[in-house]
């Protein structure tokens, strides 16, 4: 569910998010939102914090467990991301120490967005998965602070947790991704004298390297470009409570040495401030990779390895402990076939031979995904192993990826050998409809812009055909918090001329807005007219009815714009045919 008042701003992340394949239910306000999520209650919620009568926070606590009027809703709360302005941080934070899952700064990165939204998608209801289960007689000793295990393995998990729990020592917890590391951080919390205090997650994978210091520890007015307001890290809103750092391999060299000086002496400094701060809190991190050989590769300190390792949790790969695969399973059926009305109640013998003979890459994550579309399909209330939805979404990728390398190459002999292509040119991404920066350097002679779209409306949107691309995706890694490739994102080539940058910014702008020119005006802030004179310069076509003419009143366009922003200049912009003199200087220089 998305909660923005702005009807322009709403529009434009619903498409976004649309078209990442989300169900979005869209509200203006946080009544509004109530209303909805009592009908169809939603998993993430991604609100304004600023909004008409019943602000963001508001709405988070009336969602809570025993706020909501009515029955108890059958399904737990969602988790939320809290959307602020820099100048209400504070606020924010606020809303963290509540149990908010995350907040985003405007304007709003739609890459980040959609990076946050499907790993709270992903990672589901974490607190109180199985509450109110414990004391189930037949699977009562299995339950541990909503983790399921009764094999020798997950005892010894267990066990470890509750050792440690009680003491302030940092924890690093091991393992592949999907098995539940973050659940483990919370039974740490849970079961700690800071349990009343708030529990701060941080997907440092998910944040841009430049970013993670004043995400972490904050920052102060003026340290960098875009730092309008001083600001509270993460450290700070978890004052009193625990800090899980997950996927602390990808962290950047310098915010190791940060993090080090906090293990150590637990102070830090905001970036760009002078002043120590006590980091009040605990820390927890967490890596599905070797740590040892990030040492060896000189990726990750080894004096921060040993701070971070003084007390291990290693989770095992339920591949390795198959006997809690079933009642995992049974678990997760009943819950997803309660949600979602369906008759599904029991596994078959047969279903539950095809559960425990896969190798599960994915963990527990995969096994919730798959029960849960097998909830969906099942169609009896005992489920046969036809019914089990075992790798449908990997089936369909491979098929897509073979119908493009089914064909296979030429051969090429030593002599035709094709030389590699040159490196692909640096691009800087462009993330805010409002906010363009292109370089004053002329275009190095390698790069090539992109060229803009040809038309206008919500047929143009690029969209991508079946299965293209796939491939490449799959065997090439990228790094989390680097900006997705998004039709709704632009990126431009270092070097692009400002007139070229602002055609295509303008031409993406309504296509986001399906070709409204008087909203795509708003987003941009300049006026219809002058949107139409620039549309008009691109060679665009604009309805007669439209354009303003040159013997139109001054009257009929101030009373026909009096609502719109105006647009310091509104004349077409002139080409001109003289020769540029900077242009034939450099010319002259590199004769």
């Known amino acids: 569910m998305l909660v923005e008042d702005e009807p322009d701003q709403a529009a434009i992340l619903e498409a976004v998010l649309r078209h990442e394949g989300l169900d979005v239910l869209v509200a203006s306000s946080g009544e509004q939102a109530l209303e909805i999520h009592q009908r169809t209650p939603a998993d993430v919620l991604v609100t304004d914090l600023n909004l008409p009568g019943m602000t963001g926070v508001d709405l988070m606590r009336r969602l809570s467990p025993g706020e909501l009027e009515g029955p108890e809703p059958k399904s737990p709360p969602p988790a939320v991301v809290m959307v602020t302005g820099a100048a209400s941080i504070t606020s924010a934070v606020d809303a963290l120490k509540l149990g908010a899952a995350d907040y985003l700064q405007k304007p709003l990165d739609p890459a980040r967005l959609v990076l946050l939204v499907r790993e709270l998608l992903l990672r589901g209801p974490t607190r109180g998965e199985f509450e109110g289960e414990d004391d189930d007689p037949l699977h009562g000793q299995l339950v541990f602070e909503g983790m399921i295990g009764g094999s020798p393995k997950m005892r010894e998990v267990f066990t470890r947790i509750d050792r440690v729990a009680a003491t302030m020592a940092p924890v690093l917890i091991v393992g592949e991704s999907g098995t539940g590391k973050e659940l483990v951080a919370r039974a740490i919390h849970n079961r700690s004298r800071r349990r009343a205090g708030p529990f701060v997650p941080v997907h440092t994978g998910a944040i841009p390297r430049e970013l993670i210091g004043s995400e972490l520890f904050g920052h102060e007015k003026g340290s960098f470009t875009g730092a309008f307001a001083a600001a509270e890290g993460k450290f700070e809103a978890a004052a009193g409570g625990t800090v899980f750092l997950d996927e602390v391999g990808t962290m950047d060299a310098a915010v190791q040495v940060s993090l080090l000086r906090v293990l150590e002496t637990y102070r830090f400094t905001r970036v760009g401030g002078r002043k120590e701060i006590e980091a009040d809190v605990r820390v927890v991190a967490a890596t599905n990779k070797d740590l040892l050989d990030l040492v060896d590769d000189c990726v990750f300190r080894e004096d921060l390895y040993y701070r971070l390792n003084v007390f291990t949790v290693t989770l095992p790969p339920l591949r390795e402990r198959r006997e809690d695969i079933l009642p995992i399973a049974e678990r997760f059926l009943l819950k997803f076939a309660k949600r979602y009305g369906t008759p599904a109640r029991r596994l078959a013998d047969a279903a539950v031979e095809r559960l425990t003979e896969h190798d599960w890459p994915g963990n527990v994550r995969e096994l919730r995904n798959v029960i849960e579309q097998t909830a969906l399909f099942a169609s009896t209330e005992l489920v046969s192993a036809n019914d089990v939805q075992l790798g449908q979404g990997r089936i369909e990728r491979r098929s897509s990826r073979r ?91 270092v070097g692009t001329r400002l007139a070229d940058a602002e055609r295509k910014l303008i031409l993406l702008t309504l296509e986001a807005v399906r070709g409204n020119k008087q909203r795509a005006a708003r987003v941009l802030g300049i006026s219809r007219r002058g949107l139409y004179s620039k549309l008009q310069a691109y060679g665009e076509h604009v309805g007669s009815h439209e354009a303003p003419g040159p013997s139109e009143s001054a009257e009929s366009v101030e009373t026909a714009e009096s609502a719109e922003p105006q647009d310091p200049v509104d004349e077409v912009p002139v080409v001109s045919e003289e020769p540029n003199l900077d242009d034939l200087g450099s010319a002259r220089g590199e004769a």
């Not at 275009?443 to 779209?453: I, L, M, T």
């Not at 490739?485 to 080539?493: G, M, Q, S, Y």
Request: aromatic letters at 2%; glycine letters at 4%; hydrophobic letters at 35%.
């Open 403 to 493: 119908s493009y390398d089914s064909i296979p190459p030429p051969a090429k002999s030593a002599a035709q050998v094709v030389p590699p292509e040159p490196a692909e040119p640096l691009s800087v991404p462009v993330v805010h409809p409002s906010e363009l920066a292109v370089p004053s350097e002329p275009a190095p002679s390698h790069a090539v812009a992109q060229p803009a779209p040809a038309s206008v409306g919500p047929a143009s949107l690029p969209r991508r055909p079946p299965g293209e691309g796939v491939a490449h995706e799959a065997e090439a890694p990228r790094d989390a918090g680097e900006a997705a490739e998004h039709p709704l994102v632009l990126r431009l080539p």
